[in-house]
């Protein structure tokens, strides 16, 4: 069975930081890509970075510049580094996992409160 162990959330001040982090194991063949996606309260889940290699990285406009991703795909790791938070980050984020037949595998979440 496919796990995605997320860790790293909580509660923060503005302007603080935190590290997500998340390790996949189970049997899902090779990794195509990892991120995470967060869903803000009442809204839907949206796409917060992705790492695709270490030379390709997608992140979404609100986070450009505050947020880094790093990623292993052949250890199934990934971690997002969130500096300068701010309230509308809150939500509960999700970790990804794509595989190369591009069958999704979700983590269950991990909540992130930033304080104003």
């Known amino acids: 069975q496919v796990q995605l162990a997320e860790s790293g959330g909580g509660l923060v001040q503005a302007g603080g930081s935190l590290s997500l982090s998340c390790v996949a194991s189970?049997?899902?063949?090779?990794?195509?890509?990892m991120g995470w996606y967060r869903r803000a309260p009442g809204a839907q889940r949206e796409l917060v970075a992705r790492h695709i290699s270490a030379e390709s990285t997608v992140y979404s406009d609100s986070v450009k510049g505050r947020f880094t991703i790093s990623g292993d795909n052949a250890k199934n790791t990934v971690t997002l580094q969130m500096n300068s938070l701010r309230p509308e980050d809150t939500g509960v984020y999700y970790c990804?996992?794509?595989?190369?037949?591009?069958?999704?595998?979700w983590g269950k979440g991990t909540l992130v409160t930033v304080s104003a």
């Open positions: 189970g049997i899902f063949f090779s990794t195509s890509s």
């Open positions: 990804h996992l794509i595989n190369v037949y591009g069958v999704n595998y």
